[in-house]
């Protein structure tokens, strides 16, 4: 596997350099000093950016508003610097910023997605005024976002059960971080119907990948991370409009996988266990069919109301068999899960949902520190009723009604014990224009502000 690289890097100290990148205030800073009576107007504050002449020193001045700005400004200078002035080298001056968050954003900022580009164009150079650390943490955290990103934008082609367990195997090739695949024939041995239903009717059967980092062999963290590497609907087929982005259906895979990167190269003393289900969902002579019922891994019967509510059942399996065979103390899902929580919360926000209040309040907490949103959404135990079945003991989706996000939970929660939080990223963890520092297509949204949530979690 390819993986985007970062700009070219390097460590400097005070103003030194020809170019320099600068946060400006209306009142404190390096930049206010050097402009001196200049006239700005009020707005250039919300982020504005400009190029000035201070002696021999070009200045790409950033407005910013408060101490908050850090990663907007680190972002800000990283676009301005590549759109005035092309492949130079600049210096990234904090000044009164937070030193690691302004070079989070402009690295976060930085990122392109240009493997199967023929031709790519050079960019600039970076050189960080900043401490090491600081630097070495930025690195380290936007690393964990690009690898979130790479495997979300990387073509269906490229990208399938088998593929994904072979990058993942690479990825973590010597790492603390240990790998084990189980294949189609031992998921069909060991009774995931959920799984199995979903991937049969592909010709790229299912994988279901578990990645250990126990650096303390306590109990664990459990993270599931849906992994439908490309969602046609199967027999429901998504309609144009809908289906050409389905690539993207394994955002909660590809983030779990970022998030146990980031936290093993932190070396967080945290024992964490990914499990992400992998399938394809296609239409075919053995693809399942509305009307089916399937045994899942909890022995509970579904009734396949729907092939296009698929990730629910994979997501079901793994949850299920990761609460038995590791007993852990939380568990945690993510998911491009339903449409419903996009139109809920919009394209940026995610749903977190759940039994366990108090890491609900961690996540949006940690979120907050990331810059990126969380809501809560209800659990009442009226949309379990909506999954009712006369044939098995509950459907996969609802017949018609609202509530889909909510709904969707419920079908998951039949299959946990202990503490739960489920969270939809079906809006935020794809763009179609970007906004900030996420670009379009895969964001990497979650897998920051899950390593702040266990760096902080005591």
């Given at each position: 596997?390819?993986w985007t690289n970062?700009?070219k890097l390097?460590?400097?100290?005070?103003?030194e350099?020809?170019?320099l990148?600068l946060?400006?205030?209306?009142?404190?800073g390096?930049?206010?000093?050097?402009?001196?009576?200049?006239?700005?107007?009020?707005d250039?504050?919300?982020?504005?950016?400009?190029?000035?002449e201070?002696?021999?020193?070009?200045?790409?001045?950033?407005?910013?508003?408060s101490?908050?700005?850090?990663?907007?400004?680190?972002?800000?200078a990283w676009k301005?610097?590549?759109?005035?002035?092309g492949?130079?080298?600049?210096?990234?001056?904090?000044?009164?910023?937070?030193?690691?968050?302004?070079?989070?954003?402009a690295?976060?900022?930085?990122?392109k997605?240009?493997?199967?580009?023929t031709e790519?164009?050079?960019?600039?150079?970076i050189v960080?005024h900043g401490?090491?650390?600081?630097?070495?943490?930025?690195?380290?955290?936007a690393r964990?976002?690009?690898?979130?990103r790479?495997l979300?934008?990387?073509?269906t082609?490229?990208?399938y059960p088998?593929?994904?367990?072979?990058m993942?195997?690479?990825?973590?090739?010597?790492?603390?971080?240990?790998?084990k695949?189980y294949?189609?024939?031992?998921?069909k041995?060991?009774?995931?119907?959920g799984i199995v239903?979903?991937?049969?009717g592909s010709?790229?059967?299912?994988?279901?990948?578990v990645?250990?980092?126990?650096?303390?062999?306590?109990?664990?963290?459990?993270?599931?991370?849906?992994?439908i590497?490309?969602?046609?609907?199967?027999?429901?087929?998504?309609?144009?409009?809908y289906?050409e982005?389905?690539k993207?259906d394994?955002?909660?895979?590809?983030?779990?996988?970022?998030?146990?990167y980031?936290?093993?190269?932190l070396g967080?003393?945290?024992?964490?266990?990914v499990?992400?289900?992998?399938a394809?969902?296609?239409?075919?002579?053995?693809?399942?069919?509305?009307?089916d019922?399937i045994?899942?891994?909890?022995?509970k019967?579904?009734e396949?109301w729907?092939?296009?509510a698929?990730?629910?059942?994979?997501?079901?399996d793994a949850?299920?068999?990761?609460?038995?065979?590791?007993?852990p103390?939380?568990?945690?899902?993510?998911a491009?899960?339903?449409?419903?929580?996009?139109?809920?919360?919009?394209e940026?926000?995610?749903g977190?949902?759940?039994?366990?209040q108090?890491t609900?309040?961690?996540?949006?907490k940690?979120g907050e520190?990331?810059?990126?949103d969380?809501?809560q959404?209800?659990m009442?135990?009226?949309?379990?009723k909506k999954?009712?079945?006369?044939?098995a003991?509950?459907r996969?989706?609802?017949?018609?009604g609202?509530?889909?996000?909510?709904?969707?939970?419920a079908f998951?929660?039949n299959?946990?014990k202990?503490n739960?939080v489920h969270i939809?990223?079906?809006?935020?963890?794809t763009?179609?224009?970007?906004w900030?520092?996420?670009p379009?297509?895969g964001?990497?949204?979650?897998t920051?502000?899950i390593?702040e949530?266990?760096?902080?979690?005591k």
């Amino acid at each position: 596997m390819e993986w985007t690289n970062f700009p070219k890097l390097e460590l400097g100290k005070g103003t030194e350099g020809r170019i320099l990148a600068l946060p400006l205030a209306k009142d404190k800073g390096i930049a206010k000093t050097m402009i001196g009576t200049t006239p700005i107007d009020n707005d250039f504050y919300k982020g504005g950016s400009r190029l000035l002449e201070y002696k021999n020193k070009i200045i790409i001045a950033i407005g910013v508003e408060s101490d908050k700005d850090s990663r907007k400004f680190g972002n800000a200078a990283w676009k301005a610097a590549e759109a005035f002035l092309g492949p130079v080298k600049f210096h990234l001056v904090p000044d009164f910023l937070d030193e690691e968050k302004t070079l989070e954003g402009a690295l976060l900022g930085s990122y392109k997605f240009s493997k199967y580009l023929t031709e790519k164009k050079e960019r600039p150079w970076i050189v960080f005024h900043g401490s090491e650390q600081n630097m070495n943490n930025a690195l380290l955290k936007a690393r964990a976002t690009f690898i979130t990103r790479d495997l979300v934008n990387e073509p269906t082609n490229k990208l399938y059960p088998e593929s994904f367990a072979e990058m993942v195997r690479e990825l973590f090739s010597g790492s603390k971080v240990e790998v084990k695949v189980y294949p189609y024939s031992w998921l069909k041995e060991n009774g995931f119907g959920g799984i199995v239903s979903v991937g049969k009717g592909s010709e790229n059967k299912p994988r279901l990948i578990v990645m250990k980092y126990c650096p303390t062999k306590t109990k664990p963290i459990l993270i599931i991370g849906k992994g439908i590497s490309f969602d046609s609907g199967g027999i429901h087929l998504k309609p144009t409009g809908y289906i050409e982005d389905m690539k993207m259906d394994m955002a909660g895979a590809a983030t779990a996988t970022g998030i146990i990167y980031g936290i093993s190269k932190l070396g967080l003393q945290k024992d964490v266990i990914v499990i992400t289900p992998m399938a394809e969902n296609m239409p075919s002579g053995n693809a399942a069919k509305p009307g089916d019922v399937i045994t899942m891994y909890n022995k509970k019967n579904v009734e396949i109301w729907n092939t296009d509510a698929e990730g629910r059942v994979v997501m079901a399996d793994a949850l299920a068999y990761g609460i038995e065979k590791f007993k852990p103390e939380i568990s945690i899902d993510l998911a491009t899960l339903t449409g419903a929580c996009v139109i809920a919360l919009g394209e940026r926000i995610a749903g977190l949902m759940g039994t366990d209040q108090k890491t609900m309040n961690e996540i949006k907490k940690a979120g907050e520190e990331t810059e990126e949103d969380f809501w809560q959404l209800p659990m009442a135990k009226h949309f379990a009723k909506k999954l009712d079945s006369d044939v098995a003991d509950f459907r996969n989706s609802a017949s018609k009604g609202y509530g889909g996000a909510s709904i969707a939970a419920a079908f998951l929660k039949n299959f946990i014990k202990g503490n739960w939080v489920h969270i939809d990223i079906a809006g935020p963890a794809t763009s179609k224009t970007g906004w900030l520092w996420n670009p379009k297509e895969g964001t990497g949204f979650g897998t920051r502000t899950i390593i702040e949530w266990l760096m902080n979690r005591k």
